[in-house]
């Protein structure tokens, strides 16, 4: 299934504003990735979710999938990049997440949306 399907799920596309996505990480048969997500809140106020997945390369299981979505954080639009920062500190990531239209996020075809968007 894909990340950005099961956030649609959980999220409506239209309360969605941003996304970020980092680089996966691919060890032996599997591939790991984070997004990060900015939703629409009350008052001029921002929810941050992570939204991570891990994907089978290769084997019987070839294909197969798991995605969580957790809500991190919520605050004023202006401390979005710290709360960024703060999912990049906590998860290890070496590499800055690049930042995609939510337009390309709902129109990935595949299964790797950090790798594809």
């Known amino acids: ?16 504003e941003r996304v970020w996505l980092f680089s996966p990480l691919r ?9 990060v997500l900015a939703r629409r809140g009350e ?15 290769r084997g019987r299981e070839r294909g197969q999938s798991k995605v969580t979505l957790e809500e ?3 605050g ?9 920062r703060g999912v990049r500190e906590r ?3 070496l590499e800055p997440p690049v930042e995609i239209s939510v337009a390309l996020w709902y129109g990935a075809e595949d299964d790797q949306p950090a790798a594809q968007g």
């Open 1 to 16: 299934m894909r990340v950005a399907a099961v956030v649609g799920e959980a999220i409506p596309p239209a309360e969605l």
């Open 27 to 35: 060890q032996e048969d599997r591939e790991w990735g984070t997004a």
């Open 43 to 57: 008052g001029g106020r921002v929810r941050v979710y992570t939204a991570r997945y891990m994907l089978v390369l």
């Open 72 to 74: 991190v954080g919520e």
């Open 76 to 84: 004023p639009a202006e401390v979005v990049e710290e709360i960024v």
């Open 91 to 93: 998860s290890g990531e």
